[in-house]
Nanobody, 119 residues
Framework: QVHVVESGGGLVQAGGSLRLSCTAS????????MGWYRQAPGKQRELVAV???????NYADSVKGRFTISRDSAKNTVWLQMDSLKFEDTAVYYC?????????????WGQGTQVTVSS
């Protein structure tokens, strides 16, 4: 089994910062990309940021300049530094892992961590 565990969510005032972390463990043999998605109430899950094995990263337009994704490949860990948080960043944030694991799947997901930004 592949285990994907997130941490770091919480309640923060607008303009504040939070740092999310995610670690993949278990039967994960190689990782091509790790990323963060979010889902707000009544909305579809959307990509926030992704970092591929070569180190390049992509961000949703709504978070560019405010969020930074980073990764420690040796530890199968990814972080999302979120600065200048806005009310509209409130959502459940999910870690996504793409790679080779057992059982074989296109994506491995964490359980999600709640981020709430008060206005």
């Amino acid at each position: 089994q592949v285990h994907v565990v997130e941490s770091g969510g919480g309640l923060v005032q607008a303009g504040g910062s939070l740092r999310l972390s995610c670690t993949a463990s278990g039967s994960i043999f190689s990782i091509n990309a790790m990323g963060w998605y979010r889902q707000a109430p009544g909305k579809q899950r959307e990509l926030v940021a992704v970092i591929i094995s070569g180190g390049s990263a992509n961000y949703a337009d709504s978070v560019k300049g405010r969020f930074t994704i980073s990764r420690d490949s040796a530890k199968n860990t990814v972080w999302l530094q979120m600065d200048s948080l806005k009310f509209e960043d409130t959502a459940v944030y999910y870690c996504n892992v793409r790679g080779l694991g057992a059982p074989l799947r296109a994506d491995y997901w964490g359980q999600g961590t709640q981020v709430t930004v008060s206005s």
